[in-house]
DNA sequence: CGCAGTTGGCGAATTCTTTCGCCAGTTATG
DNA sequence: CATAACTGGCGAAAGAATTCGCCAACTGCG
């Protein structure tokens, strides 16, 4: 369920956020391919996207295959373990551990489908269960 | 409903949203009082709490009454409608837009309350008739 | 091979956040 | 009114995050 390997002590920054996004979506890539989504919405030289890299790498939010050249850059865990611990450190920082608070604030200020409130009903189903 | 002020153009930094939370807490208070609370989990000194006020004055996070001494501060705009406005930059940076996925991660991933999920179920309800 | 283009490493500049030292003005007290 | 304690302003140091310039190593091609 969680994942195994040891990897993110860190919480991404910004643009490490952003590089993350990239890889998720990308899957393993290239400086060169990661640095030319980057600059679709972003205005910096090769050599930053470089640098963040290996800083990325040295806290273990990436990790980079070197038996190939060009090398390959990979995210070190998944889009939703880091969301889900992004997740609670906003709701212990900004909503004082009260999920609660989060949750109705998220469905109150954004529209949300009927197919999509059905979903959550029903998970609100299964958790109702698991608590009895 | 939202708060009429014009107010923050700047989401908060770590320290400063530690800062607002004491504000939100106590009211309107004096840097003393602010310092006072402030280190009851940190350990800075007094010049300190001083300029983060400062600073947070400038990007019009708090407001002062300079009619009286000591001077007062207080928040610019409300918890919710701050927690409201990082949530949503969350939703977007980190969810990808989609305030489905965060609520399903926020409530899978913490224990919630029967009553509280009662609550959500509720609101859910209420919404869904808005849609329909 | 030999040059042109690409890749990636590193230190350092830049920018933002957080911290403080120092000092001037104000207040409280005897 | 002195003088000790408190308050608040400012610039600049210290820390992080982001950016880049420069240079060395590697790759591909004639």
Redesign the interface.
């Known amino acids: 369920m969680s994942n195994s390997r040891a990897s993110p002590r860190f919480v991404p920054t ?1 643009v490490e ?1 952003h590089i993350l ?1 990239i890889l998720w979506e990308l899957g393993p890539s290239t400086v060169r391919e990661i640095h030319n989504r980057l600059t679709e919405s972003k205005d910096t030289g090769y050599s930053t996207t470089v640098k963040m890299l290996s800083v990325m790498l040295e806290k273990e939010l990436v990790r980079r295959d070197d038996s190939i050249r060009p090398q390959v850059y990979r995210a070190a865990s998944s889009q ?1 373990s880091t ?2 611990r ?3 450190e ?2 212990h ?4 551990g009260s ?12 529209k ?3 197919q ?2 059905e ?3 029903q ?2 189903d299964q ?2 269960k698991n ?2």
């Open positions: 910004d956020l996004r939703q969301q889900k992004m997740l609670s906003m709701i920082k900004v909503y004082d999920a609660k608070s989060l949750v109705m604030h998220a469905l109150s200020s954004t949300t489908s009927p999509e409130l979903e959550i009903r998970l609100l958790l109702g608590e009895e």
